[in-house]
């Protein structure tokens, strides 16, 4: 199994930026694409970015595009999520997850791994 946890939220300020990171344990986090979802209170989890196992690929949310990068080292297990040019509406709970490659990325069921979250809150 893999056991995902992530660090890098808090408090910012809109326009700021933050990096978020996700440690996987396992030897087997080089075999699955890793996600980035998010939740706020009273709405549906969201997909935000996605990155294959090789990191040859990366996909946005429209909302995040242009503002988000999404990352992994390998060889150090870890993911990463580098938020730029935050607006309030990014305010969320973030979640990173990892499941092996489906064309349908922006569904949280094709994911059979999940960390517990990191709160990230942008003021006005």
């Known amino acids: 199994q893999v056991q995902l946890v992530e660090s890098g939220g808090g408090l910012v300020q809109a326009g700021g930026s933050v990096r978020l990171s996700c440690a996987a344990s396992?030897?087997?986090?080089?075999?699955?694409?890793v996600g980035w979802f998010r939740q706020s209170p009273g709405k549906e989890r969201e997909f935000v970015a996605v990155?294959?196992?090789?990191?040859?690929?990366?996909y946005y949310a429209d909302s995040v595009k242009g503002r988000f990068t999404i990352s992994r080292d390998n060889a150090k297990n870890t993911g990463y999520l580098k938020m730029n040019n935050l607006i309030p509406e990014d305010t969320a709970v973030y979640y990173c997850?990892?499941?092996?490659?489906?064309?349908?990325?922006?569904?949280?069921?094709?994911?059979?791994?999940w960390g517990q979250g990191t709160q990230v809150t942008v003021s006005s």
């Open positions: 990155v294959t196992w090789d990191g040859g690929n990366t």
């Open positions: 396992g030897r087997a986090f080089g075999n699955y694409a």
């Open positions: 997850a990892a499941g092996r490659w489906s064309y349908y990325y922006k569904v949280d069921n094709q994911y059979a791994y």
